[in-house]
C-alpha cells in the first residue's frame, strides 16, 4: 500500500540558516518532502464507499482508529484527511469521525493522478 510520503518530491536544504544545526548533526543538508497533493472524490465514488461513523471518546486517537479500522496505524493520515482534521487536538470528545472503508479504495481515490 502506498504510504504517505510515497509519490512526494524530496528537496535538499542548505539554507545559511541552518548552518549550524546542519553542523551540529554533521550533515550537508536536510531532507524536506513536498506537500501532499491528495486526489479527490466525486459524489458517485463517495456513495460507493462504506463510511462508519465513530463518536470520539476520552483516549481515542488517529492512529487507534487506524488501527482498529484498517489493522494497521500508519493510515491515521487517511482519516485525518476524510475529515479535514490534520491532528488529533481538532477533535473533541463527542465529535463523529467518518471512517472511510474499505482502505484499498479510498488510497486509490486520494493516490491517483490526474
Do not use: C
Not at 45 to 64: M, Q, R
Amino acid at each position: 500500500m502506498l504510504e504517505r510520503s510515497e509519490k512526494r518530491e524530496v528537496f535538499k536544504n542548505s539554507h545559511p540558516l541552518y548552518k549550524r544545526m546542519l553542523k551540529e548533526r554533521g550533515l550537508k543538508s536536510f531532507r524536506h518532502l513536498s506537500k501532499f497533493k491528495f486526489g479527490t472524490i466525486s459524489d458517485e465514488e463517495l456513495s460507493e464507499l462504506n463510511i462508519v461513523d465513530h463518536i470520539f471518546a476520552t483516549g481515542d486517537k488517529l492512529t487507534k482508529l487506524s488501527y482498529e479500522y484498517y489493522g494497521d496505524t500508519r493510515y491515521w493520515w487517511v482519516i485525518a484527511w476524510f475529515n479535514n482534521k490534520p491532528i488529533d487536538n481538532l477533535i473533541k470528545p463527542g465529535d463523529t469521525i467518518h471512517i472511510p472503508l474499505p482502505l484499498q479504495e479510498i488510497l486509490y481515490y486520494i493516490n491517483r493522478d490526474y
